[in-house]
């Protein structure tokens, strides 16, 4: 029986399953594998799913199953959408109205599905949209697009507003992905404005790609030019080369271009860039603020309370906009939640975890005990961390192995803390991306500075957002920071941050002295390689009692931990591969 919901259109046998293997053919009716289950519900702000012209700053219950009927390199939802196997066992029956319930209860304007496509979940979608409509609740979601004519007229009518995230504009692109064309995708776009659904359009920008985005982008200007169009630069997860993530700067460029054509045009991933701001279209005044609020997210900092331009102009801002941004706990919403599960994996693989089984029992457990709910605040600290490997040594049946990854760990603290020790303290800035967008006071970069014999300015901030805020071009002056170092999950190369700081007119002594620099993906966060990280900051700050050989150091973890030299590797930004 041929299934009927995404254009794969995919012939699935009795008991089988299509491509996407979240639908089976039970007695000639094709039917979800799981139906109203699911691996998250949260609260979370609007721009996190992300949306920027819709009900700003409101709370909205983000609902999130497993499965895509797309398999796209460098997916940041691969965990719940390529390893939907791995984590069924986690996945909780929440009926409809149950779901309805827990959004009234948290105040939430409506449900967003996100995180995982709802084309994998199109039956459990419906219901609840019909179930929020009767309860007076908006709904929505965050789509590839990728319908069949039938199947859309069903979300047509069904849906207040979505996100379609477009791959590219070409067949090519689209078949990389596993799908046919790319024509669906478009039509998607096109239906859902007719019927009055509020739309706004999600883009990948990869390099090399400049022309399938400016092609995208030429084919959305044609339903309409205001329809938000949000430029996500490409970031290289699962096996994707890093070669293929474009440089923020680069981004930037393609979204002057695109602005030619598209009134709305935002960049995501991109912390720090002013491109996120709404600028009025009449005079070119920046209306809304908004700010980098970790990977696909955003958060509306400053916005007028009619959305209205000081010279009278009205921006196409749909619904309510909220006093203040809901605050998302820890990892918690949006794609964070994803990099929770993904940070876990990074320490198992250290442990010798390889098996799919054995991922997939120990991800089941901290989804279900709700370990991800307590994950940042273990991951903050040193010694938090220490203990994180070794509650997950003890849930993978692997004491042994986590007590040889803790240990190993203490022992470079240890002697980094002890050849530093006495040394003066050199101002030291924490950045990500761009030089005005300033890590958390509290984020475990500061520990790994002062371990490292540095004093982190970054700790006089008292503001906090995810991963951290933007800071004014006074504030850099004050804190006038002697060496900077930029993280290494969302950075920049040191050439483009000292040509911004030029750009933006910024002065310090490390800008000065060019003391600026880039730390390797996972040095410093998110995977227990940031021991090395370590090393390598204490050797920038103190290298007359820190120095080290930093090329033999990572080749042993790599060997002790990874059972493979390091010579000729180049990660990616994913957390668990080496």
């Given at each position: ?38 691996i998250a519900a949260m ?20 609902a999130s199953g497993i ?110 992905c596993g799908a046919v ?398």
């Amino acid at each position: 029986m041929r299934c009927s919901i995404c254009e794969n259109r995919c012939v699935i046998p009795p008991g089988g399953t299509g491509r996407c293997r979240m639908y089976t053919n039970e007695g000639g009716t094709i039917v979800e594998r799981f139906p109203d289950r699911y691996i998250a519900a949260m609260p979370i702000s609007i721009e996190t799913m992300p949306l920027c012209h819709y009900h700003p700053r409101e709370t909205f219950l983000q609902a999130s199953g497993i499965g895509c009927t797309f398999s796209c390199g460098g997916c940041i939802s691969e965990t719940v959408a390529h390893h939907a196997e791995a984590v069924s066992g986690a996945l909780r029956h929440i009926p409809p109205g149950a779901l309805v319930g827990r959004a009234r209860e948290e105040g939430c304007r409506g449900i967003a599905f996100c995180l995982n496509d709802p084309t994998a979940m199109h039956q459990t979608f419906l219901g609840v949209a019909r179930a929020a409509h009767d309860a007076g609740l908006l709904v929505g979601c965050a789509t590839n697009g990728y319908y069949t004519e039938e199947a859309l007229r069903d979300l047509a009518s069904a849906i207040d507003f979505a996100n379609i995230g477009l791959k590219g504009a070409s067949d090519a692109c689209y078949r990389a992905c596993g799908a046919v064309s790319a024509e669906p995708a478009f039509r998607t776009v096109r239906t859902l404005v007719e019927a009055g659904v509020h739309v706004e359009v999600s883009c990948i920008h990869a390099r090399g790609g400049d022309d399938e985005i400016r092609t995208a982008a030429a084919r959305v200007a044609a339903v309409s030019p205001d329809i938000p169009f949000l430029v996500m630069r490409f970031i290289p997860f699962g096996d994707e080369p890093p070669e293929r993530e474009p440089t923020i700067a680069e981004s930037e460029r393609i979204c002057d271009d695109l602005r030619e054509t598209l009134s709305y045009v935002y960049l995501f991933n991109s912390p720090g860039t002013g491109y996120l701001d709404t600028a009025c279209p009449s005079c070119g005044k920046t209306v809304v603020r908004r700010e980098f609020f970790g990977p696909m997210g955003a958060r509306t900092i400053a916005i007028p309370a009619d959305a209205r331009c000081s010279c009278g102009f009205s921006l196409p801002v749909a619904g309510s906009i909220g006093e203040t941004p809901y605050a998302e706990p820890g990892m918690m919403g949006g794609y964070r939640f994803t990099r929770a599960l993904e940070m876990i994996h990074a320490v198992l693989v250290c442990l010798g975890v390889e098996s799919d089984a054995d991922l997939a029992r120990i991800w089941a457990g901290v989804i279900r005990d709700d370990y991800i709910r307590d994950l940042h605040g273990k991951i903050q600290r040193i010694d938090g961390y220490i203990a994180l490997v070794r509650e997950l040594g003890e849930r993978a049946g692997r004491p042994e192995a986590a007590e040889r990854l803790a240990t190993y760990i203490s022992d470079r603290v240890a002697a980094v803390s002890s050849a530093v020790e006495g040394c003066p303290r050199p101002r030291v800035y924490y950045s990500m991306g761009t030089p005005l967008f300033a890590l958390n006071a509290e984020r475990f970069e500061m520990d790994l500075v002062e371990a490292a014999g540095g004093d982190p300015v970054n700790r006089r901030i008292v503001r906090a957002g995810k991963p951290g805020v933007n800071i004014t071009p006074e504030e850099f002056a004050a804190f006038n920071p002697e060496y900077i170092f930029i993280s290494g999950f969302l950075s920049a190369p040191a050439s483009d941050y000292l040509a911004a700081c030029r750009r933006m007119g910024l002065s310090a002594d490390a800008v000065e002295h060019g003391r600026v620099y880039t730390l390797p993906p996972g040095w410093d966060f998110g995977n227990p390689r940031w021991v090395l990280g370590l090393s390598a900051i204490a050797g920038t700050l103190h290298p007359e009692r820190a120095g080290s050989d930093l090329a033999a150091e990572q080749d042993r973890f790599y060997r002790t931990f990874y059972g493979t030299g390091a010579a000729g590797t180049a990660g990616n930004r994913s957390f668990y591969r080496p």
